[in-house]
């Protein structure tokens, strides 16, 4: 019987609901990835045969193009299954996030397992197939962006300013579950099906901020001997804030599913000011942020532009410093701070590590550094070498209240308003911030951690 998919009509209704043959090298696969997923399976290299490509085509691009799926798909799904080219497992995952059934969705489950030669999972099919193929460290296939593109393009056309060649790993992006923001600036009152980023947010002074409890969780920043707060569960429903604080243009994301919010200074010399939005997209659970203004893909984690006009000037935003602690003692420590308004937040309050995220990452990120546990809060900064560390916030904390001292080359570590912040040897920030292990150590796997 011939199996009817309609990827487009059920991906709105789930918004609506939820809104030669060589080994992989050694080096590819770090040892706690070979201990928590085993051994990789053998990789092929060179083109793809012909017969592959239509296959490919008939598979995983004109089934999206049609919003069908049946006898022929299957017939070419059977065939990638024999060509045995694991690196094509890559457009399976992808193609994965967006089928709906579960006949479908275990027989793509079942082909992608046999080509990485593992057992075939029963549940979480896309979750299982894309760690192991992120801990394998599979190669993409040849052309993988152009099936990638036409892929996801096919679910939102606004994505095809995102799905273009740049300093990006393609095999690493996949859907968050929402859409992409893309509206003008300053249109924050403006409804989308998206995340809304809020623009020139209202702000109030401290003693106004009366819905505020003093343990609620803030994100402070200071520029220029002004100070503001950015409320979690503000951040938490609009996750991306364009702002102006201290003179300075900033960009401020915050990661929900990593725990990191960051400030990047956005009035950069000789180009437009970017204005950033989330695009609906992530990499290893660490969300896709972008330009509106440009088109340009930047690398949420370490600011850098890595698709479009911006990446080919070279374009890295600095940061600023920001300091997760508790309203009380943010705002004792800085009487003169402004707040975000309440209205900002719709109505939300989520403590997303104690619920939905309790269990780890609900997204693929591969295999994990085991030096610390995954949501361990770390403050994270880059040296004066260009040298990543990361410092257990707790044991840090605990460390400065004994008046000890911690410094790693240029950087000292300070507390300030019940937080932690870097500072050089004169006290000016760099543009540390705090962030759960599992996403700092997956984008810098080369840390440094702080012994304590």
Not at 5 to 29: C, D, E, G, H, N
Not at 232 to 247: P, Y
Not at 396 to 419: H, P, Q, S, Y
């Amino acid at each position: 019987m011939v199996q009817i998919i309609r990827f487009k009509a059920a991906l709105t209704s789930a918004l609506l609901v939820a809104l030669t043959s060589l080994p992989i090298a050694a080096s590819a696969q770090t040892a706690h990835a070979v201990d928590q997923f085993g051994t990789p399976p053998t990789i092929m290299t060179g083109p793809l045969t012909d017969d592959l490509e239509t296959a490919i085509q008939t598979a995983f691009i004109d089934s999206m193009q049609d919003g069908r799926w049946g006898e022929p798909q299957y017939a070419a799904l059977h065939s990638i299954t024999n060509a045995g080219d694991v690196r094509v497992a890559w457009i399976i995952a992808d193609l994965m996030r967006f089928a709906t059934g579960r006949e479908l969705n275990q027989a793509l489950a079942n082909s992608a397992a046999a080509l990485l030669g593992i057992s075939p999972p029963r549940r979480n099919h896309w979750g299982v197939i894309t760690d192991h193929l992120i801990a394998f460290d599979v190669p993409a296939p040849p052309d993988y962006l152009k099936a990638k593109r036409a892929i996801f393009t096919t679910v939102v056309p606004g994505w095809d300013k995102i799905f273009v060649k740049g300093d990006i790993d393609w095999r690493h992006v996949s859907w968050g579950g929402v859409l992409i923001d893309d509206r003008p600036f300053d249109t924050t009152d403006d409804p989308c099906n998206c995340i809304p980023a809020a623009d020139n947010p209202e702000v109030q002074p401290a003693e106004e901020a009366t819905w505020l409890k003093d343990s609620d969780i803030v994100f402070g920043i200071e520029v220029n001997g002004e100070y503001r707060a950015y409320p979690r569960q503000i951040m938490e429903v609009r996750e991306m804030v364009n702002d102006t604080l201290g003179g300075r243009d900033l960009g401020i994301p915050y990661c929900t599913l990593c725990g990191a919010a960051q400030a990047y200074f956005t009035d950069v010399k000789g180009i437009k000011r970017p204005v950033l939005r989330t695009s609906g997209l992530l990499i290893r659970s660490n969300k896709v942020m972008y330009d509106i203004t440009s088109g340009s893909v930047f690398d949420t984690f370490k600011g850098t532009a890595v698709t479009g006009r911006l990446a080919r000037k070279g374009i890295q935003l600095e940061q600023a410093n920001v300091i997760t602690t508790e309203w009380g003692a943010w705002k004792k420590a800085h009487p003169e701070t402004t707040v975000l308004v309440e209205e900002l937040a719709l109505g939300r309050n989520f403590d997303f590590r104690n619920g939905r995220d309790a269990g780890g990452p609900i997204f693929p990120v591969g295999d994990i550094d085991p030096r610390l546990p995954v949501h361990e809060d770390i403050i994270g900064v880059i040296t004066a070498s260009g040298k990543p560390v990361a410092f257990q916030r707790s044991k840090a904390f605990l460390a400065l209240k004994r008046g000890e001292a911690i410094a790693v080359e240029n950087v000292n570590l300070v507390i300030d308003a019940g937080g932690v912040k870097a500072v050089d040897a004169s006290g000016a920030p760099l543009g540390s911030h705090q962030a759960f292990w599992f996403a700092w150590s997956q984008f810098y796997p080369k840390t440094e951690l702080w012994s304590g």
